[in-house]
């Protein structure tokens, strides 16, 4: 039990996050949480993927001939996978950053994957825009649905990183971070690499495998 | 801690704080009784939807349903209530309250979200109901097949199956929420000593239970987001008239809503599980053949979902026979376990004991007719039949139910501080076994027969006439159970014998603290060289058997 | 910690004779009312049928030996092992035996692997489909009626068969010969069951029109029997009504019959009529629910249903009260007829469409 508890402030110091810190080594509560968390998440697109890959089975052609050349794989979306590519390798500088207290490069680094990540669904909508204008819509059978509802919650997903980067980068410019606790932000960052993970292959899906 | 810490009310009246201190609580046993108190509540709507069904099925002819569509909403949102809003629940809510303090911490891992998890549950319930107030609930059943589902003529139409929709999210996305706090406090947050095998075996099935929760949960999620797409959205996923499949609906629901069943009675036998010992006097039999069973049917768990899907002709049946069979033997293992651990035992008639020896009973019967839906050609005659009804009641209700009613008798003494009354449970008892099996077990004969499943009106010449009269008896007879059990709680709160910390020689931690217990469970923890700490206390390590 | 005094657990001998009673009360009772026939299903009306009932039966010895096994040694450690009043002792506190435990682990699953095959062994018997199958019937599955094709070698219908919310044709078949069913929906999930073939087969709709293919063959001593069918797969409103019958025939009734039924049932219209309305159908909803019409003459109704084939309608005349009026033909979806009317009173009338009455086939027909 840790004995420098004078002020009851949540996370840090409550008597359940006594445990956070492990003194018998191993991940902290809120990072095994995450990774639960991420867990649960791979099956909600694993269940997406399982639709997807039934109903280009049951639909030929695959893709339909009206849509044959609408998702190119070089098109914008190239562009966005490398940033979101990028902004992995960002973030995972700015864990390493703040787990050796260099605050400054840990601002950093997280403020420039923030950056990336908000470029990424710019590049998504703006995206959707020339795809929409092509005919390809949600209501343009299997195709049409099930790659708007695969990329869609993907998006919703990176959205969600983007609000948890800035949350922790707000945080980590108040200081509120240090070598010895910075659980937000390996969460985050967990987090983050997932909604990559998940994006190659969905990129290597839709764009590549068609 | 305790010394820099404020002063702590006494534990006698901890839990009798004000409306505030509920609405705002994220103190796990608080929270647990939320859930059993929320979780009964639908369980009453629920029994009110099904006496709805009964008795318009307990004689020929349609009597009371002028409009006929009501009586789909009826089965629809019984079911669909009774598995969201009942029993999953429940069980939780006895895992909020009991597991923490059977590993001997102070609260769950993340006790803001374990108040969140609850919360979302009313509002969910709200949701569902709200259908019958917006031009009819859902009506496609609880397992909502498309096309059926979807928003076509003679189909479902308005609001009310996207309500289901959406209550189901919010419910699924409680359950997952729960499961991460759950294995985060199973793995993290056990006292020292605590091995993993040495945990109670309710924990270990609520950690069994939480992984498939956060495994399967999210597939019945996207399920239903892909479903909510084509019925607002012109989406395709399971509409032929779109292009789409009819029968990956059911592939992806049934993925899910098969580890469902275990999700809904593995904690209720943990909880059997640590009633039989106690009032055995002697431990669990076969422990770790018991923990393996479990993790078992867990994983077996996942590969049988088809077996929903024999008649469609679309699945490849013997995979799925086999291992809807192989499920058998991990089940049949712990059956053996629990009967050898009563064997040359000193047995103690309390009722949780007889609720736990019912669901022995019940879910033999439910585990064996099963069986024969496992061999695929028989089940081309019993599928949607009555007969899987049966199965179904005899092992979420003869089993699921029966657990959680013992598990309330067993914890109650823990949560309040009293002792419910004995005489009146033993009438509960009594009622709502007779009554349960009134109402099920002619509904082998009725299947058998050939009566379907989610008919609100039966030719009256089939032959089912009495069967069904006596099927409708049966239900009212359990809902007349449920007064004795009611009185019996609003009496024993008030002026139920005291329990004091152990009132049933209990042998795990949560009778190691007052009852209640302290908002921070424990003053002391005893040591920790087995799976029955308390026990080893009380009787010195000779009477641990090691 | 405190512990209770042990005077609070009541003896339990009366509920364990209680328990004991009730058991045995149970078993007389079930063996008076002669239950123990209601747990088999009828008696199998085709060959693959026996099979299944032949299988149920080896099941369901096991599963009695097994319960009566299981359940005896519940009741009898109950009974046995009641904790006598006043005694304190713990009983030996036996943690487990792995003997045991590899005992009903092995013996189970020898029992289950059995049951597998045996039942793998019968599906593929129930299974098997013919090269050339005798008879071939293509059944079409709707929200609420059955068509039933008979269909040629070249799989063409030669004749149809509509029930209709329980009503109109049967099914008509020939025992002792291979009939193959081809089943599909035109609109939700359905399911083709006949209990006495102890089979179902789930009728689904698929966007390129594939058919579900099974194949029976009724046994000799069915001849002339009338078998219940019913959908078994809840297909909305009318689910209940969507039952139809079997009619079972020698192979020469059943020849003679198919001779009836190829000749096409569209009424003609015959006399003069005064008035004639027009009336369509499309997305299970008439075109328009008021219609008018003078009294005293008879009229004529040129409907159009334009749902597509599979979907049938009609167009019945009723009163206020329910009382049948005129009940017309069904027709197909995709074809038109005109229906003729006798003359009528004055007054409000109901029409509609038998099969769909709701929520958008139920009109006003004013005469006056």
Not at chain 1, 72 to 95: D, H, K, N, Y
Not at chain 2, 29 to 50: H, T
Not at chain 2, 352 to 365: C, D, K, R, T, V
Not at chain 3, 8 to 31: E, K, Q, T
Request: with cysteine.
């Amino acid at each position: 039990m840790t004995s420098d508890s004078q002020a009851l402030t949540t996370t840090e110091h409550s008597p359940v996050a006594g445990f956070a810190h492990d003194a018998s080594g191993g991940i902290s509560n809120p990072i095994l949480g995450m990774l639960l968390f991420i867990t649960s998440e791979v099956m909600f697109f694993a269940g997406l993927f399982a639709a997807y890959f039934a109903s280009r089975a049951a639909v030929a052609p695959w893709p339909p001939t009206e849509f044959e050349h609408t998702l190119e794989a070089f098109g914008p979306v190239f562009p966005a996978t490398i940033m979101l590519v990028i902004s992995s390798v960002t973030c995972q500088i700015g864990v390493n950053a703040i787990r050796r207290d260099d605050r400054a490069g840990f601002i950093r680094a997280i403020g420039i994957t923030l950056v990336l990540g908000i470029m990424f669904l710019l590049i998504q909508v703006f995206d959707y825009g020339l795809l929409y204008s092509e005919g390809l819509t949600v209501a343009a059978g299997p195709y049409g649905t099930t790659y708007y509802t695969l990329t869609g919650f993907h998006g919703a997903h990176v959205f969600g990183g983007v609000i948890m980067l800035g949350v922790v980068l707000y945080r980590g410019m108040a200081g509120q971070f240090s070598s010895r606790h910075h659980d937000a932000v390996e969460a985050t960052s967990i987090y983050w690499h997932f909604v990559d993970v998940v994006w190659i292959g969905l990129y290597t899906t839709l764009y590549w495998l068609r | 801690m305790a010394t820099t810490a404020p002063a702590l009310t006494p534990a006698a009246s901890g839990y009798r704080s004000g409306l505030y201190e509920w609405l705002t609580t994220t103190d796990h046993k608080k929270i647990g009784i939320l859930y059993v108190v929320n979780s009964f509540i639908f369980f009453f709507l629920g029994g009110l939807l099904a006496l709805g069904v009964r008795t318009e099925l307990a004689q020929p002819g349609l009597q009371f349903l002028a409009d006929e569509n009501l009586y789909n909403e009826l089965f629809t949102m019984h079911g669909t209530v009774m598995i969201f809003l009942f029993i999953i629940p429940m069980l939780v809510g006895f895992g909020n309250y009991v597991v923490p303090l059977q590993v001997g911490a102070p609260d769950m891992a993340f006790p803001r979200i374990n108040a969140l998890s609850f919360w979302m549950l009313p509002l969910a319930g709200t949701l569902l109901f709200l259908g019958f107030a917006t031009g009819g609930a859902a009506a496609a059943g609880w397992t909502s097949y498309s096309p059926l589902a979807q928003d076509r003529p003679l189909g479902s139409v308005g609001p009310g199956q996207d309500l289901w929709i959406v209550g189901l999210i919010l419910v699924g996305t409680s359950s997952i929420l729960g499961s991460i706090n759950f294995l985060v406090t199973i793995f993290k947050m056990r006292a020292p000593g605590m091995t993993l095998f040495r945990m109670p075996i309710l924990v270990w099935t609520v950690l069994v239970t939480s992984v498939l929760v956060l495994m399967a949960t999210p597939v019945l999620t996207s399920a239903l987001v892909m479903l909510f797409i084509d019925r607002n959205y012109g989406g395709s996923f399971f509409d032929p008239a779109n292009g789409g499949n009819a029968v990956l609906w059911q592939n992806v629901f049934w993925f899910y809503s098969h580890p469902a069943v275990y999700i809904m009675v593995l904690p209720a036998m943990g909880m059997i599980s640590e009633i039989l010992p106690v009032f055995s006097r002697k431990p669990l039999f076969g422990y770790k053949a018991f923990v393996f069973a479990t993790a078992g049917i867990g994983a077996l768990g996942f590969s049988v979902w088809a077996h929903h899907m024999f008649t469609t002709g679309s699945v490849y049946l013997p995979f799925f026979s086999l291992m809807t069979f192989l499920i058998a033997v991990p089940t049949g293992v712990k059956m053996f376990n629990w009967i050898f651990t009563l064997f040359r035992g000193k047995l103690t008639f309390s009722t949780p004991l007889l609720f736990a020896l019912g669901f022995l009973s019940m879910f033999l019967i439910g585990g064996i007719n099963g069986a024969f839906s496992a061999a695929v050609p028989v089940d081309f005659a019993l599928h949607d039949t009555y007969w899987v009804v049966a199965h179904l009641h005899y092992v979420l209700f003869g089993g699921s139910v029966f657990g959680v009613f013992a598990g309330v008798y067993f914890w109650f003494p823990k949560m309040t501080g009293r002792m419910l009354g004995e005489g009146l449970g033993k009438v509960q008892f009594v009622l709502m076994f007779i009554g349960f099996n009134l109402t099920f077990f002619p509904m082998h004969a009725l299947g058998l027969s050939g009566m379907p499943r989610r008919i609100a009106d039966y030719a009256s010449d089939a032959g089912w006439n009495e069967l069904n009269l006596a099927a409708t008896v049966g239900g009212f007879l359990i809902a007349a159970s449920i007064l004795p059990f009611l009185w019996n709680v609003f009496v024993s709160l008030r002026s139920g014998k005291p329990a004091g910390d152990d009132p049933w020689e209990g042998n795990t931690l949560e009778w190691a603290t007052s009852s209640p217990p302290p908002p921070y469970n424990f003053d002391h923890l005893p040591e920790i060289r087995s799976e029955r700490p308390v026990f080893d206390l009380r009787h010195g390590r000779a009477g641990s058997g090691h | 910690m405190s512990s209770s005094p042990r005077t609070r657990f009541a003896p339990g001998s009366i509920w364990a004779w209680l328990l004991l009673a009730s058991i045995a009360v149970g078993l007389v009772l079930a063996v008076v009312t002669d239950s123990v026939g209601a747990l088999f299903p009828p008696e199998a009306a085709t060959a693959q049928g026996r099979e299944i009932r032949d299988l149920y039966t080896i099941v369901f010895i096991i599963a009695a030996v097994i319960f009566f096994v299981v359940e005896g040694l519940i009741v009898w450690t109950v009974i046995r092992y009641r904790r006598k009043p006043g005694d304190d002792e713990l009983p030996p506190q036996t943690h487990g035996n792995n003997l045991a435990e590899i005992a009903w682990t092995v013996i189970p699953t020898l029992i289950v692997a059995f049951l597998f095959v045996i039942s793998w062994q019968t599906l593929n018997n129930v299974e098997a489909v013919s090269a050339e199958p005798e008879v071939t019937v293509r059944v079409t599955g709707s929200q609420f009626a059955w068509t039933f094709d008979y269909l040629d070698a070249g799989g063409t219908s030669v004749a149809k068969q509509t029930v209709a919310n329980g009503e109109g044709g049967v099914l008509a078949l020939p025992v002792g010969r291979s009939i193959q069913f081809r089943v599909h929906s035109v609109d939700v999930i359905h399911a083709f069951y006949v209990p006495a073939f102890l089979f179902k087969r789930d009728v689904n709709p698929d966007p390129d029109g594939r058919e579900s293919v099974f194949e029976l063959t009724i046994e000799e001593s069915f001849a002339g029997e009338v078998l219940r069918g019913q959908c078994a797969e809840l297909c909305g409103l009318g689910h209940r009504k969507m039952t139809f019958e079997v009619h079972a025939m020698t192979q020469a009734n059943f020849e003679a019959w198919l001779v009836e039924a190829q000749q096409s049932p569209s009424p003609a219209p015959s006399g003069p009529v005064g008035t004639t309305l027009q009336l369509a159908a499309k997305d299970i909803a008439y075109d328009t629910l008021e219609l008018e019409v003078a009294a005293g003459e008879p009229f004529a109704i040129e409907f159009d249903n334009q749902d597509v084939p599979g979907i049938t309608h009609d167009v019945d005349i009723r009163l206020a009260d329910g009382t049948v009026v005129a009940n017309t033909t069904e027709i197909d979806g995709g074809s038109s007829t005109t229906y003729v009317y006798g003359a009528l009173d004055a007054g409000e009338y109901t029409f509609l469409c038998s099969i769909h009455p709701v929520p958008s086939m139920t009109g006003t027909l004013t005469v006056n």
